[in-house]
């Protein structure tokens, strides 16, 4: 029973997902047309790119890169733009969630030790919401994008083109805050202990892990089979650091399974269907951007995605609906529980309260924002 409650705390969105798909099974019985529900290819990409980078996590990458960059901030301008840009940029690459595990405890950290830990709320909300919108740029920065990429068939270059303006003015915006509102105060040095240089083996590991992350974009760009991926990147690790494999988050791959199952059964109901397609239609993007406030944008791209064909409308709805609710991502919840962690003194509920508040005034401003530049441009 207690192993129960901590599931369903930890991991609400599963649990949603998995009444929905166990409710739709008594109204459309299980089948074996509920194979043909679940997108194997996007689990096996996403699988294999977890393992990636919790194999890179583990051999301390992150860590390195991030130290060697704070070993050159003079003021802190600089030190907060670079933990800001490092969840920009990282998360294009190794997913809004990992970005955030990696880099937010490391700045708070930061912060604290170079004294400013006054700017904590104020950097840890811009490296939200510079993961969240990093990671638009490309197919394999969320799981959203890459399950709507591949439902898409979109080329891998337009769907960089179809991200492109708002991902520049998430980084303008980005940059304007941190200009604005931080001034040049002086840093104290942060203690960062000298790594001890990699050994022979790390190295090798280094390069495989390289390989094989270059391997898995190959794959979502649909080059290279995903059997072929998933299978060599498994063996691989697990023959390199089988610890690795604790470190992929596998109820997200359950939830995709179960949200693929329910949403395949409503699509058997023609009548509810018809019904949903006439809702989405023609306001994919509001739809996508309204329903991730509340349930969140990877759940909400699963469902909506069985209604609408318009993916690229979707993809842009569930990426800019990221923003907004502390749940509209789930990778933002990450930030948050990192942050209450660090600060659990006497201060903690102030501290917790203001993060909540600065979260929800910049995430409406860059929803707007977006919002806009949609309107604007029209796609």
Same mark, same amino acid.
């Given at each position: 029973?207690?192993? @129960?409650?901590?599931i369903?705390k930890?991991?609400t ?8 798909a166990?409710i739709?099974?008594f109204?459309?019985? +299980?089948?074996?047309k509920y194979i043909?529900?679940?997108?194997v ?6 699988l294999?790119? !977890?393992l990636i980078?919790?194999a890179?996590k583990?051999i301390?990458?992150?860590?390195r890169?991030c130290a060697?960059?704070?070993s ?10 670079v ?6 940029? $990282? $998360?294009?690459?190794?997913t ?6 990696a880099?937010?405890p490391f700045?708070i950290?930061?912060?604290?030790t170079s004294?400013?830990k006054h700017k904590?709320v ?8 510079a993961?969240?919108?990093g990671s !638009?740029?490309l197919p394999s920065? %969320? ?5 709507l ?10 769907f ?8 520049v003015l998430s980084f303008?915006?980005l #940059? ?10 002086p840093v104290?040095k942060?203690?960062n202990?000298? +790594?001890?240089?990699?050994k +022979?083996?790390?190295?090798l590991?280094?390069?495989?892990? @390289?390989l094989l992350?270059?391997l898995?974009?190959?794959t979502?760009c649909?080059?290279?089979p ?6 060599g ?7 390199l650091d089988i610890k690795?494999?604790s470190g992929?988050?596998y109820?997200?791959?359950l #939830?995709?399974?179960?949200?693929f199952?329910?949403?395949? %059964?409503i ?7 018809d019904?949903l397609?006439s ?5 994919e993007?509001l739809?996508?951007?309204i ?5 969140s944008?990877v +759940?909400?791209a699963?469902?909506?995605s069985g209604f #609408?064909? %318009?993916y690229p409308?979707?993809?842009i709805?569930?990426?800019i609906?990221?923003?907004g ?11 948050y529980?990192?942050?209450c962690?660090?600060?659990d003194?006497k201060?903690?509920? %102030? #501290? ?8 929800s005034?910049?995430?409406i401003?860059?929803l @707007? ?5 949609? @309107?604007i441009i029209?796609k």
């Amino acid at each position: 029973m207690e192993f @129960i409650k901590r599931i369903v705390k930890k991991e609400t969105v599963f649990v949603i997902s998995f009444l929905l798909a166990l409710i739709s099974s008594f109204i459309v019985l +299980p089948s074996e047309k509920y194979i043909d529900y679940i997108d194997v290819r996007v689990l096996a990409i996403l699988l294999g790119l !977890m393992l990636i980078m919790s194999a890179m996590k583990r051999i301390g990458i992150f860590d390195r890169i991030c130290a060697f960059l704070l070993s050159k901030i003079k003021n802190s301008r600089q030190l907060v733009f670079v933990l800001v840009m490092l969840c920009f940029f $990282s $998360s294009m690459l190794i997913t809004n969630d990992v970005a955030l595990v990696a880099f937010v405890p490391f700045a708070i950290y930061a912060l604290k030790t170079s004294g400013l830990k006054h700017k904590a709320v104020f950097t840890v909300v811009l490296q939200t919401i510079a993961a969240n919108l990093g990671s !638009m740029l490309l197919p394999s920065g %969320n799981p959203q994008n890459l399950y709507l990429y591949n439902l898409s068939e979109m080329g891998y270059v337009d769907f960089i083109l179809l991200m492109l303006p708002y991902t520049v003015l998430s980084f303008v915006l980005l #940059t304007l805050l941190i200009l604005i509102f931080c001034k040049k105060e002086p840093v104290a040095k942060i203690e960062n202990k000298k +790594p001890e240089p990699y050994k +022979p083996s790390d190295k090798l590991k280094i390069m495989v892990y @390289i390989l094989l992350f270059m391997l898995g974009i190959m794959t979502v760009c649909r080059f290279v089979p995903f059997w072929i991926f998933l299978a060599g990147t498994a063996v691989l690790i697990a023959a390199l650091d089988i610890k690795a494999f604790s470190g992929a988050d596998y109820f997200l791959l359950l #939830t995709f399974t179960c949200f693929f199952i329910f949403i395949g %059964n409503i699509g058997s109901i023609q009548a509810v269907r018809d019904y949903l397609q006439s809702l989405v239609n023609g306001r994919e993007v509001l739809a996508g951007a309204i329903s991730s406030q509340f349930i969140s944008n990877v +759940p909400a791209a699963l469902m909506l995605s069985g209604f #609408t064909k %318009n993916y690229p409308a979707l993809i842009i709805g569930t990426d800019i609906g990221g923003l907004g609710t502390l749940i509209a991502s789930m990778a933002s919840l990450i930030s948050y529980k990192s942050f209450c962690v660090s600060f659990d003194g006497k201060d903690g509920k %102030n #501290t917790k309260g203001r993060y909540l508040l600065t979260f929800s005034y910049y995430n409406i401003v860059f929803l @707007i924002c977006l919002a806009g530049l949609y @309107i604007i441009i029209g796609k």
